[in-house]
């Protein structure tokens, strides 16, 4: 158990509909990411945020935004959804912002769009 | 950003046998993780070794930094060490904190 929850841990959906991910760090991590694993483009990051603020965005599509609340937990939502926004969804944590600190996995969350 | 491969792409072993999985990465990295992500997707944190070897159990790992290769080693392997393998690596020139994954290495071992 790495510490990092993920809810829910499936989605099934329709295509056109919203749905919000959350994700809660490990205790004392400050650095929250979020990743994409789909079959095609392999694992990919979408986001990240660092004590609330947005610090560095991925290949995250313009249907899809992310925050980050004091509690330090975090929510990406996905909107209009389309059959390829199907994936695991995964969330990370890490105490600090830079480059240097391991980053630690959340079970992810499974979305299915039919 | 950086380019992370591994290899082989598959891998069969029968249990007990030994491995070696490789990831080469094409800058300098702070950061190099390994993984392995279990049939149920699950990514499970083996490794943060950005330089040096580490030992846990029956896997290791080395990176050599400074020829931009990282291993990890799985000995007297078990059908549980099924799964796929994944390499990732950061570099942060430029405040880019993303890890970059490989495509993996899938390890199928067979009782």
């Known amino acids: 158990d790495s510490g990092v929850t993920q809810t829910p841990k499936h989605l099934i959906t329709a295509t056109g509909q919203r749905v919000t991910l959350r994700c809660s760090p490990r205790?004392?991590?400050?650095?929250v990411y979020w990743y994409q694993q789909s079959l095609d483009q392999g694992l990919q990051f979408l986001i990240q945020?660092?004590?609330?603020?947005?610090?560095a965005k991925g290949n995250i599509l313009e249907r899809f935004s992310a925050q980050q609340f004091p509690d330090l937990h975090s929510e990406l939502n996905l909107s209009s959804l389309e059959l390829g926004d199907s994936a695991l969804y995964f969330c990370?944590?890490?105490?600090?912002?830079?480059?240097?600190?391991?980053?630690?996995f959340g079970p992810g969350t499974r979305l299915t769009v039919t | 950003g950086i380019q992370v491969e591994q290899s082989p792409p598959d891998l069969i072993l029968q249990e007990g046998a030994n491995s070696t999985l490789r990831c080469n990465f094409s800058?300098?990295?702070?950061?190099l993780q390994w993984f392995h992500q279990n049939p149920w997707g699950q990514l499970i944190n083996l490794f943060y070794i950005p330089s040096g070897t580490k030992q846990n159990g029956r896997l290791s790992a080395t990176t050599v930094a400074t020829e931009r290769y990282s291993l990890l080693y799985i000995s007297s392997s078990q059908t549980t060490d099924s799964g796929v393998y994944f390499c990732a690596g950061l570099n942060s020139g430029g405040s880019n904190y993303k890890l970059t994954f490989g495509k993996g290495t899938l390890l199928t071992v067979n009782p």
């Open positions: 990370a944590s890490s105490v600090g912002l830079s480059g240097g600190y391991e980053q630690y």
């Open positions: 205790s004392g991590d400050l650095s």
């Open positions: 800058d300098s990295v702070n950061n």
């Open positions: 945020y660092y004590n609330g603020e947005e610090r």
